[in-house]
Nanobody
Framework: QVQLVESGGGLVQAGGSLRLSCTAS????????MGWFRQVPDKEREFVAA????????PMSESVKGRFTISRDNDKKTVYLQMNSLKPEDTATYYC????????????????????WGQGTQVTVSS
């Protein structure tokens, strides 16, 4: 069974940084586009960032551009989300997701596009 395990969440003050990690198992990681989404209670899940199989494409939400960076290490089967200059409105549960794609496919940015999901990690930014 495919597993995606997020880590790195926590409580941080506004302006601080966190790095989230998501490690995959039981799938061919190098064939997956990977995405990060976030959700707060009573709201829809929101796209944050995604990365193509080879890392060449990294679409980002406008709300996090210039502050967050997504990267991946295919040897470690891990995708990262470096979050800098955090704001209270970044508070949410963050989920990683995986989708098997061909190399030339567009990097998916909608949650409906993804096949596998992690359990989520909480990020809380205090003001």
């Amino acid at each position: 069974q495919v597993q995606l395990v997020e880590s790195g969440g926590g409580l941080v003050q506004a302006g601080g940084s966190l790095r989230l990690s998501c490690t995959a198992s039981r799938l061919t990681f190098s064939r997956q586009a990977m995405g990060w989404f976030r959700q707060v209670p009573d709201k829809e899940r929101e796209f944050v960032a995604a990365i193509s199989r080879n890392g060449a494409s990294t679409p980002m939400s406008e709300s996090v551009k210039g502050r967050f960076t997504i990267s991946r290490d295919n040897d470690k089967k891990t995708v990262y989300l470096q979050m800098n200059s955090l704001k209270p409105e970044d508070t949410a549960t963050y989920y990683c997701a995986a989708k098997s794609v061909i190399l030339t496919a567009p990097t998916p940015i909608t949650d409906a596009s993804y096949d596998y999901w992690g359990q989520g990690t909480q990020v809380t930014v205090s003001s």
